[in-house]
T-cell receptor, first 117, second 111 residues
Framework: DAGITQSPRYKITETGRQVTLMCHQT?????MFWYRQDLGHGLRLIYY???????DKGEVPDGYVVSRSKTENFPLTLESATRSQTSVYFC????????????????FGPGTRLTVL | KNQVEQSPQSLIILEGKNCTLQ??????????LRWYKQDTGRGPVSLTI?????NTKSNGRYTATLDADTKQSSLHITASQLSDSASYIC??????????FGPGTRLSVLP
């Protein structure tokens, strides 16, 4: 059971380039999330998706684009990368089924460390 | 101002010792409060989950407490091990999937 995976694990890019971070989950969870983690800050929500073809903005969506054509994939694209987008990006998934509804547990991927030069 | 604050920012203890990490929050009402452990280079993993009405929850050597009146939570680690070296993140879940993360406490356990 692979769970939730992210690729690449590390990425270095230059200002102005387009970058896509991939997230794949094998649980068929309905919800998927993208967070960024910066020193001194808690994880901050960029975008989330409640189901295929349904996405919504989180706390810090500017400069990012998401899509969700399939339940298992939730790519995050930086259309024109900036230095301020240097961060560690985490994807997460959850499924508010009857069993988990009380706690809505989110399961996190291993993260992608992105450096924008 | 962060809605969830944690202290200390970092902590160094010797193996076998106990320690307590603090979390203060301003968000209210909330559905539940969680503590996550994040190993270096990994994603966060849930340790404990407490609903608004619970005031303590244990998971092995980890014990979390919640005081809803003072809006404080703590995570107590007993008989620390080298593998406890990690960041510990306090999370307040407002409703549904709305998670508010604290900045974390970095714990180092030395032999």
């Amino acid at each position: 059971d692979a769970g939730i995976t992210q690729s690449p694990r590390y990425k270095i890019t230059e200002t102005g380039r387009q970058v896509t971070l991939m997230c794949h989950q094998t649980w068929s969870h309905s919800y998927m999330f993208w967070y960024r983690q910066d020193l001194g800050h808690g994880l901050r929500l960029i975008y989330y998706s409640a189901a295929a073809d349904i996405t919504d903005k989180g706390e810090v969506p500017d400069g990012y684009v998401v899509s969700r054509s399939k339940t298992e994939n939730f790519p995050l694209t930086l259309e024109s990368a900036t230095r301020s987008q240097t961060s560690v990006y985490f994807c997460a998934s959850s499924d508010p089924s009857d069993r988990d509804r009380k706690y809505n547990e989110q399961f996190f991927g291993p993260g992608t460390r992105l450096t924008v030069l | 101002k962060n809605q969830v604050e944690q202290s200390p920012q970092s902590l160094i203890i010797l193996e076998g010792k106990n320690c307590t990490l603090q979390c203060n929050y301003t968000v209210s009402p909330f559905s539940n409060l969680r503590w996550y452990k994040q190993d270096t280079g990994r994603g966060p993993v849930s340790l404990t989950i407490m609903t608004f009405s619970e005031n303590t929850k244990s998971n092995g050597r980890y014990t979390a407490t919640l005081d809803a009146d003072t809006k404080q939570s703590s995570l107590h680690i007993t008989a620390s091990q080298l593998s406890d070296s990690a960041s510990y993140i306090c999370v307040v879940v407002l409703y549904g999937q709305n998670f508010v993360f604290g900045p974390g406490t970095r714990l180092s356990v030395l032999p």
